[in-house]
Structures are given as C-alpha cells and as structure tokens.
C-alpha cells in the first residue's frame, strides 16, 4: 500500500519550479524532486522518499556494511555480549517534533503496531518480531533477546523502517493523514501538509551557516536539472538519462552519484527441465549485454552488476572478478552447446511490467540463438529487490525465497555469517556470494545509482544509499 497515494495523484503532473527567477532567502534551499510513492519510513522505495523520511526522522544509528560498525545517531550504544541479548540505549533528550518525549517505548510501540499493517510488508520487521522479548525497561533502555545468536542486529535496528512514531499517531493508525505530514524525530519538521507541487521542511534547531528551510518542488527530471541550470534550483536529486554525459561539464565539481539499495536479478526456475544444469544458467547470464541495456532502456540510472551483492550492502571489494556478469556470446553459446541445450526450444520469460524485461529477451535471443519470449511460462523471471537493510542477509536470503534455491552448505554459511560478529562476518558473506555464483539461481543484472546536482552557492553535498542526499548537511551562501 502506498499511503501518499490518493495525495499524490495530481503529482504526475508537474507543478515546475519558480519562475520569478529572485534570488532565494540566504537560509533557504530551493530542492527539485519528483513525486515521492510515499513517506512512510517503513514504505520507501524511491528516492524522494528517502530524502523526504531522512530529513524528518532519525535512525538509531548508521551501518557501514564495508566494515561492520554501527555509528550511534539516537542511540547512544547498541551492545551485547552473546549476541542473543542486545541492549540499545538511547541519547537522553529525544522529542519528536510534537514535543513529545521519544522513549525506549515509543521503538517498542511503533514496532508492535506497524507489523500488524498490511503495508509493513518489510523483512526487517518480521526478522526484529522473531525476538522471544523486545521491551523497555527503563524510559532510555531497548531489550532485545533473540531466539537464536545474531550479529546483524545493528544492521537491522539502522534501518530506516525502524524510526519511532509519535503515541498520536499509533493510537489514531489514521495512516493517510499522519504520512501526508509525518511528526518525525529528525533534523527538520514538516511545515504544513505535502502537496502536488512538493512540501516544505523546517530545521528544528538552527544550525549556521546550514540551510534553515528547504523548499522541495516537484517536476520532472530535465525541468528540475535546467532549474539548477537557469539558477531557479539550488538542487536537484533527479537526473534524466540524456544529461548523463553533460553532468560532468554543466556542473564540474557539483554533481555526485551514489549507490541506491536497490538490486535486479534474472532469476532461474531451477525446477525445471531447461534450467536445472548450472552450465545453461551461466550461458544465459554470459548472454545478457548489461552495459547496452543501462545505456539504453534503463536511462543511465543504474550500475551494471559485477558482483552478487549490490555495492549498498556488499562487505568492502570483492577479490576476484564475476564472470556471470559479464557479456560473452560465444562462451554463452559454448555453453549452451556443452549442456545439449535442446537446438530451436522457445525458452518463455514470465510475463512482467517491467520495461527492461522484453529488450533483454531479444537481446539474449540474438546472443545464444535460442528463441526467447517475454510471455509467461517456466523460464527465467524478473526480480527487484528494494532493500531495508544495510545488511547482505536480506538480499540472501530473499535471493532463496523467490528461487527455492537448496543447499546445506549454503544454508550453513548463511546462518554462520547471520551468528558472526558483524565486524568480521563480510568474509563469510562473501563466501556465500560465491557459491551463488557458482550454482547461479540468479544471474546478476544491475543495482541502481542516485545523481544530484547542485548550484555554486551550495555546499557540503553528501549521500548515502539509505537516505538519500543529507539535507541537514547542507551549507549555503
């Protein structure tokens, strides 16, 4: 469900940015976005909702999945000693920007009522709501007692889906009101409701020297990055495709790209006659020209794979190359060939609204020669994960939901990597990546990348795949 929906209709059509052309306040941010899905920090799956939900919320903390450390943001520490009971304590003085207090038992609340909607479909509230014990036994303490040892628990609490909400709105669950202007416990509060046209934020503590207000306008890519242009935009989150290359000049040095939590995989039905030999699923995946689809179909917005893991969640490099994610029509129809891959079979894509699904088909088709049909049937299938976790456990794991994949040796390392200690479970993590890679229930395609671009009298521009661009980071002049 997404719950600015009824909200937001009137928002495909783009209200533009200021004509006026006067310059801004000096304290004011005039930002171009397109129309978020939703604001619900337990819904977002877009990058102006992740702006939007990273300004108005603070997490309880910041994982970096490269190195396994958890920086504290409100909470002070997150800690255990058997990795079976965590204690969270939280930063004394938290309000949310009602002026209400935020305690141990606002996270317990927000996380015991939003499970029980039907648009708390997030892994990561199933995997915290498997605790034998999640309470608040004092107003700045969170006990959790697992059912079994766990590392990844500060991965899971960073997440942006585990936010407080305010006792208001869990005792109203009036979902559509509060998320049309969300009370949050962040570095900026929302000053009225969001409209078609876009919103505005308000910091709650000024910061000098920082941008006191944003002003957010929706619009459609190139609109917003000429207004960056022109000087009617101070930012823009949103690049088109056919600026990709004129970014680098138009802005020089004011312009960033990130990595999005977000992932696409050609799945495998490994039940089947056609895809249950290994060598024929590597002779797809080494059919697929990843590059030409990026530039073409997909609009520059995302990274070619090369690796399993997407870059917002793999642990640091990793130290060999992966061959299913490169394009090699000759060792793919060799492969084919090794395999006796029946000579003229139809091989039927599942039928999807995804706008890359019958270009790759064509493409794979003229690559190994097999006719392809994006039509439903017992052939490969899409997948797009929007990740909620900073962790490699969401992906893996999801990676074996949708493809019934089994193994007891990949089942034994990904429950090793799940006990380790987070600082030292991205060597296990990688080992699992590559015995996928090597049984390939899934060949690699792409994970998606942010752009922003900015005009000289802004500054100190930074990113993150979770929340997006740091609005609060922001300087002015």
Same mark, same amino acid.
């Given at each position: 469900?997404?719950?600015?929906? #009824?909200?937001?209709?009137?928002?495909?059509?783009?209200?533009?940015?200021?004509?006026?052309?006067?310059?801004?306040?000096?304290? +004011?941010? /005039?930002? &171009?976005?397109?129309?978020?899905?939703?604001?619900?920090?337990?819904?977002?799956? =877009?990058?102006?909702?992740?702006?939007?939900?990273?300004?108005?919320?603070?997490?309880?903390?910041?994982? =970096?999945?490269?190195?396994?450390?958890?920086?504290?943001?409100?909470?002070?520490?997150?800690?255990?000693?058997?990795?079976?009971?965590?204690?969270?304590?939280?930063?004394?003085?938290?309000?949310?920007?009602?002026?209400?207090?935020?305690?141990?038992?606002?996270?317990?609340?927000?996380?015991?009522?939003?499970?029980?909607?039907?648009?708390?479909?997030?892994?990561?509230?199933?995997?915290?709501?498997?605790?034998?014990?999640?309470?608040?036994?004092?107003?700045?303490?969170?006990?959790?007692?697992?059912?079994?040892?766990?590392?990844?628990?500060?991965?899971?609490?960073?997440?942006?889906?585990?936010?407080?909400?305010?006792?208001?709105?869990?005792?109203?669950? =009036?979902?559509?009101?509060?998320?049309?202007?969300?009370?949050?416990?962040?570095?900026?509060?929302?000053?009225?409701?969001?409209?078609?046209?876009? &919103?505005?934020?308000? /910091?709650?503590?000024?910061?000098?020297?920082?941008?006191?207000?944003?002003?957010?306008?929706? $619009?459609?890519?190139?609109?917003?990055?000429?207004? +960056?242009?022109?000087?009617?935009?101070?930012?823009?989150?949103?690049?088109?495709?056919?600026?990709?290359?004129?970014?680098?000049?138009?802005?020089?040095?004011?312009? +960033?790209?990130?990595?999005?939590?977000?992932?696409?995989?050609?799945?495998?039905?490994?039940?089947?006659?056609?895809?249950?030999?290994?060598?024929?699923?590597?002779?797809?995946?080494?059919?697929?020209?990843?590059?030409?689809?990026?530039? &073409?179909?997909?609009?520059?917005?995302?990274?070619?794979?090369?690796?399993?893991?997407?870059?917002?969640?793999?642990?640091?490099? /990793?130290?060999?190359?992966?061959?299913?994610?490169?394009?090699?029509?000759?060792?793919?129809?060799?492969?084919?060939?090794?395999?006796?891959?029946?000579?003229?079979?139809?091989?039927?894509?599942?039928?999807?609204?995804?706008?890359?699904?019958?270009?790759?088909?064509?493409?794979?088709?003229?690559?190994? $020669?097999? @006719?392809?049909?994006?039509?439903?049937?017992?052939?490969?299938?899409?997948?797009?994960?929007?990740?909620?976790? #900073?962790?490699?456990?969401?992906?893996?794991?999801?990676?074996?939901?949708?493809?019934?994949?089994?193994?007891?040796?990949?089942?034994?390392?990904?429950?090793?990597?799940?006990?380790?200690?987070? &600082?030292?479970?991205?060597?296990?993590?990688?080992?699992?990546?590559?015995?996928?890679? /090597?049984?390939?229930?899934?060949?690699?395609?792409?994970?998606?990348?942010?752009?922003?671009?900015?005009?000289?009298? +802004?500054?100190?521009?930074?990113?993150? @795949?979770?929340?997006?661009? =740091?609005?609060?980071?922001?300087?002015?002049?």
């Amino acid at each position: 469900m997404r719950l600015l929906a #009824p909200l937001l209709a009137a928002a495909l059509v783009t209200a533009g940015c200021t004509e006026s052309g006067e310059p801004p306040a000096p304290d +004011v941010l /005039r930002v &171009g976005v397109s129309a978020p899905a939703s604001t619900n920090p337990a819904d977002v799956r =877009d990058q102006t909702g992740r702006l939007v939900t990273s300004a108005l919320w603070t997490p309880l903390g910041d994982y =970096d999945p490269a190195t396994g450390k958890m920086t504290p943001r409100a909470a002070e520490s997150v800690t255990s000693t058997d990795r079976v009971t965590w204690t969270v304590k939280l930063k004394d003085g938290g309000k949310f920007h009602d002026g209400t207090p935020v305690t141990a038992q606002s996270y317990v609340d927000t996380w015991k009522t939003v499970a029980q909607e039907s648009w708390a479909g997030s892994r990561v509230l199933k995997d915290l709501l498997r605790a034998k014990e999640i309470t608040a036994p004092d107003p700045l303490t969170i006990r959790l007692v697992l059912d079994r040892p766990s590392g990844q628990i500060p991965a899971l609490l960073s997440s942006p889906a585990l936010v407080p909400l305010p006792a208001s709105a869990l005792a109203s669950r =009036d979902w559509i009101r509060f998320f049309s202007q969300p009370v949050g416990n962040g570095p900026f509060r929302m000053d009225g409701a969001w409209q078609p046209s876009g &919103g505005k934020l308000v /910091r709650v503590t000024d910061s000098p020297g920082k941008a006191r207000v944003i002003e957010l306008n929706v $619009g459609d890519a190139a609109q917003l990055y000429d207004g +960056v242009k022109s000087g009617k935009l101070d930012l823009s989150i949103v690049v088109p495709g056919d600026r990709h290359e004129a970014m680098h000049t138009d802005f020089a040095q004011r312009h +960033v790209m990130w990595a999005l939590p977000t992932v696409s995989y050609l799945g495998f039905p490994l039940t089947t006659e056609h895809f249950s030999d290994s060598t024929v699923r590597h002779g797809f995946a080494l059919g697929i020209d990843r590059a030409a689809l990026e530039a &073409g179909v997909l609009g520059r917005q995302v990274d070619p794979a090369k690796s399993l893991l997407p870059p917002a969640v793999a642990p640091g490099e /990793r130290s060999s190359t992966c061959r299913p994610c490169t394009f090699d029509a000759g060792a793919a129809k060799s492969l084919l060939g090794q395999a006796e891959f029946p000579a003229g079979s139809a091989v039927h894509f599942e039928r999807s609204e995804r706008n890359w699904v019958r270009p790759l088909a064509e493409q794979v088709t003229a690559a190994v $020669g097999v @006719p392809l049909a994006a039509d439903p049937g017992k052939g490969p299938f899409a997948i797009d994960l929007d990740l909620a976790t #900073p962790s490699p456990q969401e992906v893996l794991a999801k990676i074996v939901e949708l493809t019934a994949y089994s193994s007891d040796g990949f089942a034994d390392l990904l429950k090793s990597a799940e006990e380790t200690e987070s &600082g030292d479970s991205g060597e296990v993590y990688r080992l699992a990546e590559n015995q996928l890679l /090597r049984d390939l229930p899934v060949a690699p395609l792409w994970s998606g990348h942010g752009h922003a671009v900015w005009a000289e009298r +802004v500054g100190d521009v930074k990113a993150t @795949p979770f929340g997006s661009v =740091d609005l609060s980071a922001i300087s002015v002049r």
